[in-house]
């Protein structure tokens, strides 16, 4: 698809230091929010617990359940509508819900609930799906590192690894701050941003070497390209 019916000519590195400055503070934010909230939004995937899916025969709002909930004990629990007619909802919670299905049944005794899904995570088991994530990430930084050390040149690397590094931050920054639930599904998020984000640094480092290579390459005014104005000129013409 087609933006630009001509090669744009935007001064990035111009507004490098407000660029700076700003993701500084999105990482600075999200690291914070990591070290100090992480632990709490860590999902039954990760620090066990279990899962149920309720069908209820009449509609419902989720608020009603959520203050159902509340009132047998489970505050603290992840509540999610599955589906678009509001009869069907997920409750996550750390602890076994046995007990508290029934509670649930006999708050709505007028509303018939069926058990669609009951399913215990244990916290071995969570241990080791994080485990899992985390090296996952990590080789697949250690693997774009030494692809991007091989096809462009060492400091490039160290460009792409911290772009990879920053795009990821601040997206779980961004999820833990927006106070929503991290489990595995996040992980497989991360990792397609994470591709997504090596694909565009790649496309972009690619067209800085090959302008690298052009003798005699100027700017906008006639003069010698500097090195910001091989990065704005390669930014521009992958636009």
Same mark, same amino acid.
């Given at each position: ?18 660029a700076?400055?700003?993701?500084t ?6 690291v ?33 359940l ?37 509670? +649930?049944? /006999? =708050?709505?005794?007028?509303?018939? &609930?069926?058990? !669609?899904?009951?399913?215990? *995570?244990?916290?071995? #088991?969570?241990?080791? +799906?994080? /485990? =899992?994530?985390?090296?996952?990430? &990590?080789?697949? !930084?250690?693997?774009?590192? *030494?692809?991007?050390? #091989? ?19 601040? *997206? ?36 800085i ?21 091989i ?9």
């Amino acid at each position: 698809m087609e933006l630009f019916k001509k090669v744009p000519n935007y001064k990035f590195m111009k507004n490098k230091w407000y660029a700076i400055i700003f993701t500084t503070a999105l990482l600075v934010i999200s690291v914070m929010a990591l070290v100090l909230k992480g632990r709490e939004h860590l999902g039954i995937d990760f620090v066990g617990g279990s899962e149920i899916i309720l069908q209820f025969a009449k509609y419902i709002k989720i608020n009603e359940l959520r203050s159902v909930s509340q009132g047998i004990g489970l505050g603290s629990a992840t509540i999610q509508q599955y589906d678009q007619e509001g009869r069907q909802f997920s409750i996550k919670d750390k602890k076994a819900l046995n007990e508290e299905i029934e509670k +649930i049944k /006999s =708050s709505f005794s007028d509303n018939k &609930i069926t058990l !669609l899904s009951n399913q215990v *995570v244990g916290p071995l #088991i969570g241990k080791q +799906i994080a /485990s =899992s994530g985390i090296k996952a990430f &990590i080789w697949g !930084l250690f693997v774009i590192f *030494v692809y991007v050390s #091989i096809r462009f040149e060492w400091p490039f690397a160290f460009g792409a690894i911290f772009a990879l590094f920053h795009d990821a931050v601040i *997206v779980l920054g961004a999820y833990i701050v927006a106070g929503h639930e991290f489990n595995g599904h996040i992980i497989a998020s991360i990792l397609t941003i994470v591709g997504y984000s090596v694909n565009d640094t790649v496309i972009i480092f690619d067209r800085i070497r090959e302008n690298l290579g052009k003798i005699g390459l100027k700017d906008e005014n006639g003069n010698k390209a500097t090195f910001s104005d091989i990065i704005d000129i390669s930014t521009n013409e992958t636009l």
